[in-house]
């Protein structure tokens, strides 16, 4: 039975002994042994031609005395020449000085003759193949650090890094060869951080030393520094790790040194390419903002203008035409807003609202817009929403106006013959959900089939003659195509060329029930209350604006809250106004001449004292970028709103800022409260009959106290001398009551009712409207008994 302690093979023994009675002892040994063996058999080392064969063996049992050459000088003869295999040596006497010079010579183990047997045999050679484990896994490691030590140093020098360690004791370094390398010092001179210091940049030795200091304080570090070497200017990254012994105090410090030179030229090779970029978007930014201003700010008065027509009588037709200019007005504005800023269409960074709006409504307004364009080409736009499509949804009616006002006006332009039409249906997807599909129908040039997938890129056009033909940019299309993704929908083209084009958008959208309209979250008020429009009477508002038409719109929308305004052109006359008189609030433009409003902003912050350092400020900016509305809070302003705006708009921004004064010097509005024409004179007329003395003399009269009365009204009113205000209101009942005027009759009853309180400060809004009001009605009665009354012969 083969011994469980025996490797799986045989094994292979060689045995080098002259005595023939030692040698069949050693065989009977081994027989009894329990082990599987291959014996070969010398009786002399002079019959061994080629030493390097003895490898091949598991191990060697040698005689120590042989003739001719004893097994001792053999034995330091096999391992000077290299040979590993464990060799037992047998020695017919145990003495242990022989041993001792036995082991030193090379031998694994010895055996005495006489003590040779099964038994002590088996032992030997386990302890034999123990031995030879042993070596055999020591080489292995041996083997597996000479390669790794070659690999680490293969990987050093092709990350250019290399490992250092200072030894605390002794004060010294040692380098691996890469440093050197790096560093291109001489290989034979030591490295000493002296020496190191004197290679960092001038520059960065500070850095350098104020590292070490850490480290020698126990603590880690990783810097960058430039290292000066014969062959010029280097960069190198540099770690250093404290290492205590076992008491906790420093033992060494461990690092790398890497040569990053490679990798710095190339992060300031992108930085510069970098810069590059941003200065190119700078420029572009810069120029798509003077266009945003520029295209803006007369979108901002047409507008404001437009709305204040509303307010004025208008006819039916003159109120569609009105109705015309403002609905594409801002439609114009939010593709203007989007076309303007290229990079947020290109990086998908346009935002989709969602609100309820009326879908029928919203096809009109556009079908009404366009079909004078198609009516001019002598061709037809009808349009058709069935039955099953909600009359109210929630969407984006922006993005949806742009998608469909670029589909028909696309189908107008390529239609010479026929028309287009536009017919929405929908489908239900889910509760409260549906599809709706839009077709855009014409019966116009076509689009060929090898086209139908590039028509919607940017700047693509069918063929190269269309832009001469029809004009426009081929962006359109792409516009649209990003706007319908943006709202998880499709778009598709069907078309053959010659014979017409059928565009079809789906999009999903909400339905808008009574029932989930209850749910909706209540909406932020986008419109001031009346009373709390009282707070902006008599506020006093610089305007800093430059464009005269804007100018104008402010002036209006302020004056009809009852504002005080000074309006000034740039940034520099509006520094001379804050300096000699105290505002509530400053308006203030951002793209001026002399002075911007940035500048100027940050001038009032920082170059004014209290209160003027403290004064509201609300930016009127045209710019149609974001970082302009961070760059206004940055430099100190409080709010913005952006040009165009809505009086509603300003009208809020403004009340975040406003309370109520009773110092403020009231504003009165002219005789535009009441014509002169509408003003009943008949009461007069017969008072006066044809006495043409008596009618000079009451002209004279009414022109003489009416300018006094207002005078005091507006001088009582600013000091808040209510029994003064209630006896010039008495004078005025008396003066002016014979014209029997309801409105100023009502308006004196108001006021003496409010003046004849306690104290009416409270109450001091409503008083000054009813100044105002009363102002207005009496300048209005001056000025018709002066045009109606006075002879004209």
């Not at 009461?683 to 002209?699: K, P, R, T, W």
């Not at 600013?718 to 008495?730: D, L, P």
Request: include cysteine; aromatic fraction near 6%; charged fraction near 25%.
């Amino acid at each position: 039975m083969k011994n469980p302690d025996a490797p799986e093979h045989f094994v292979k023994l060689l045995v080098i002994d002259d005595d023939e009675v030692d040698k069949r002892q050693l065989k009977r040994a081994l027989k009894a042994s329990g082990f599987e063996y291959e014996l070969t058999e010398y009786s002399d080392a002079l019959g061994i031609a080629d030493i390097s064969l003895l490898n091949a063996f598991d191990c060697i049992f040698l005689d120590y005395l042989l003739p001719g050459d004893n097994g001792l000088r053999f034995l330091k003869k096999i391992r000077d020449a290299g040979i590993v295999t464990p060799i037992v040596m047998i020695t017919s006497q145990g003495n242990e000085s022989i041993a001792v010079e036995l082991m030193k010579a090379g031998a694994s183990d010895y055996i005495v003759k006489n003590e040779i047997n099964g038994q002590s045999i088996s032992q030997v050679l386990r302890n034999m193949f123990r031995l030879n484990r042993m070596m055999r896994e020591r080489e292995e490691a041996y083997c597996a650090l000479r390669i790794s030590e070659a690999r680490l140093a293969e990987a050093q020098e092709m990350a250019k890094i290399g490992s250092w360690e200072f030894l605390a004791k002794s004060n010294s370094f040692y380098v691996s060869p890469e440093i050197y390398d790096i560093l291109e010092l001489d290989p034979q001179k030591p490295v000493t951080f002296e020496m190191f210091l004197t290679l960092v940049h001038p520059d960065e030795r500070k850095k350098v030393h104020a590292a070490w200091t850490d480290a020698l304080a126990g603590k880690h570090y990783n810097i960058d520094v430039r290292i000066n070497t014969p062959s010029g200017v280097k960069y190198a990254h540099t770690h250093g790790r404290y290492i205590p012994d076992s008491t906790g105090a420093l033992e060494k410090i461990v690092g790398t040194l890497q040569d990053i030179t490679d990798r710095k030229l190339s992060e300031q090779e992108m930085m510069r390419a970098h810069e590059l970029a941003e200065n190119s978007m700078k420029v572009k930014e810069i120029f798509l903002a003077n266009m945003s201003h520029e295209i803006r700010t007369p979108m901002n008065a047409i507008l404001g203008f437009t709305r204040l027509l509303y307010e004025t009588p208008l006819t039916t037709e003159q109120k569609s035409y009105i109705d015309a200019i403002h609905f594409s007005g801002e439609n114009l504005l939010v593709i203007i807003n989007d076309i303007l800023d290229l990079s947020k269409i290109q990086s998908g960074k346009t935002t989709i609202e969602k609100s309820e709006f009326n879908i029928r409504e919203l096809v009109n307004g556009i079908v009404g817009v366009l079909r004078p364009k198609a009516l001019e080409k002598g061709i037809s736009l009808t349009s058709s929403v069935h039955h099953q499509v909600p009359t109210t949804i929630k969407g984006d009616p922006v993005r949806l106006n742009q998608i469909l006002t670029n589909l028909i006006s696309n189908g107008i332009k390529f239609t010479e013959k026929g028309g287009v039409t536009l017919d929405i249906n929908s489908s239900a997807a889910k509760k409260h959900h549906c599809i709706l599909e839009f077709k855009v129908r014409d019966t116009g040039i076509g689009i060929p089939a090898d086209k139908h997938a590039a028509i919607f890129e940017s700047f693509v056009q069918a063929s190269s003659d269309t832009t001469k033909k029809y004009g426009g940019t081929g962006l359109g299309l792409a516009i649209v195509k990003n706007l319908v993704e943006l709202q998880d929908g499709k778009i598709s083209l069907s078309s053959t060329d010659g014979h017409g084009s059928t565009f079809t958008v789906h999009l999903p959208c909400e339905e808008v029930t009574q029932e989930n309209k209850q749910r909706q979250p209540s909406s932020l008020r986008t419109s001031p209350a009346p009373e709390s429009l009282d707070l902006l009477i008599g506020a006093a508002i610089l305007v800093v604006e430059d464009n005269p038409l804007n100018q104008m719109l402010v002036r209006k929308v302020l004056q009809k809250a009852g504002c005080n305004i000074d309006i000034v052109s740039n940034g520099l006359l509006a520094l001379e106004r804050v300096k000699t008189k105290r505002y509530e609030v400053i308006l203030m433009d951002i793209q001026m001449p002399e002075m911007d409003g940035f500048e100027t902003t940050r001038h009032i912050r920082t170059q004014c004292q209290p209160p003027v350092s403290e004064v509201p400020i609300i930016a009127m900016t045209a710019h149609a970028f974001g970082s302009d509305v961070a760059k206004c809070l940055a430099v100190g302003m409080n709010d913005y709103i952006s040009k165009p705006f809505k009086a509603d708009d300003l009208y809020l921004k403004l009340l975040k800022f406003i309370q109520s004064s009773p110092t403020r010097v009231v504003p009165f509005k002219g005789t535009d409260a009441l014509p002169y024409h509408k003003i009943d004179l008949s009461a007069l007329h017969e008072l006066a009959g044809e006495n043409s003395v008596f009618i000079d003399e009451l002209v004279l009269e009414y022109n003489r106290q009416t300018p006094a009365f207002v005078e005091k009204l507006k001088g009582y009113t600013k000091s808040q001398n209510f029994e003064a205000i209630r006896f010039i209101c008495h004078q005025i009942r008396y003066s002016y009551g014979i014209l029997n005027m309801a409105a100023l009759d009502k308006a004196l009853d108001e006021i003496s009712t409010l003046l004849k309180m306690t104290d009416p400060g409270p109450e001091m809004t409503k008083v000054i409207k009813l100044v105002s009001t009363i102002i207005s009605l009496i300048s209005a009665i001056n000025e018709a008994v002066t045009r109606g009354l006075r002879r004209t012969g």
